[in-house]
């Protein structure tokens, strides 16, 4: 009978748990009060929703033609160009620079507002799959340049990459989507064209998208639902259910470990790197509760 309790835990999703304890835990994992805006919605303006319906249909038309006659590069960085002008918004002849030269070499293109580089962006032919040597020479001009951001594309598929400047220099994908499958009655669909508008930009779409992925992952999921107040919220459900049967939160916590969550969101680099950001935000959460004076009746 244990064995089939505990089993049982394996389903803990379909639990519904009270919204005061769901919200225990988010508070006690909560940033700070700064990084709750993170978790506003990415507002895409009506003018930027009428650009898409317009004139998204005709660039997928065109890319999927460029892609079957196996075009040159050349061909696919005036296509990418129109795309970022018709479809993203940017003024074509101001706004986008060809052949940024960075240090002796050139990338495709640039995004220039205010005369700042917002994003580099590396292309490839329609017909050419994108893969790692390409990102590494997209990463190599971003670095030596000091941006941040790149954007790695053949018209078809879009890649966005956020650069971490460190020792050494990393980087991560921010999102991803294929302009083909893009259908414009997914809301998800729209948020990841609106991070490279002109409109995204001036609201800083990319970086709220960023903060929000860099908070909730399959790594921060994986960490709560470890903690203390994750497994004491398990071990009550269970006893509602079968209050007969004693269960500890040791014997939850690993199956959680053991059958439920992937090797990959517990150990690496990634997973420690969110585990220590966690665990310094809740001890900064239980320090600022403990300097709170008593209220005195």
């Known amino acids: 009978m244990i064995a089939y309790v505990l089993s049982f835990v394996n389903k803990f999703q379909n639990f519904r748990f009270s919204t005061q304890s769901l919200r225990k835990v988010f508070i006690k994992y909560r940033i700070s009060q700064d990084e709750e805006k993170e978790e506003r919605m990415i507002y895409i303006p009506k003018k930027v929703k009428e650009r898409f319906s ?55 293109l640039a995004v220039k507002i205010d005369g700042k580089i917002k994003y580099l962006i590396e292309v490839k032919a329609a017909d050419i799959s994108l893969n790692d040597s390409h ?34 220099i990393d980087h991560e994908e ?16 729209q948020r990841k064209m609106f991070l490279l508008c ?55 916590e690993q199956i959680i470990k053991n059958e439920i969550l992937k090797r990959e969101v517990l150990e690496g680099d990634k997973a420690k790197e969110i585990q220590a950001k966690l665990k310094k935000a809740a001890s900064k959460i239980q320090r600022k509760t403990e300097k709170k004076p008593d209220v005195l009746s």
């Open 174 to 189: 921010v999102t991803s989507f294929n302009l083909l499958d893009i259908n414009l009655k997914n809301e998800d669909d």
């Open 135 to 168: 990102l590494r020479q997209a990463l190599n001009y971003a670095a030596n340049q000091g941006i941040e951001w790149i954007v790695l594309t053949n018209s078809i598929d879009w890649c966005l990459y956020h650069i971490k400047f460190g020792q050494p």
């Open 198 to 252: 002109r409109e995204g930009i001036s609201t800083d779409a990319i970086g709220v998208f960023h903060q929000h992925a860099q908070i909730l992952n399959k790594y921060t999921v994986a960490y709560i639902l470890q903690s203390d107040i994750v497994l004491t919220l398990l071990k009550k459900e269970l006893k509602k259910l079968f209050p007969e049967i004693k269960v500890e939160a040791g014997q939850i």
């Open 54 to 108: 317009a004139n998204l249909k005709k660039y997928q038309t065109i890319a999927a033609t460029q892609k079957s006659k196996d075009v040159s590069e050349a061909d696919t960085i005036t296509l990418v160009k129109d795309i970022l002008a018709y479809v993203f918004g940017y003024n074509k002849y101001e706004e986008l620079t060809s052949e940024q030269q960075i240090r002796g070499t050139y990338c495709d």
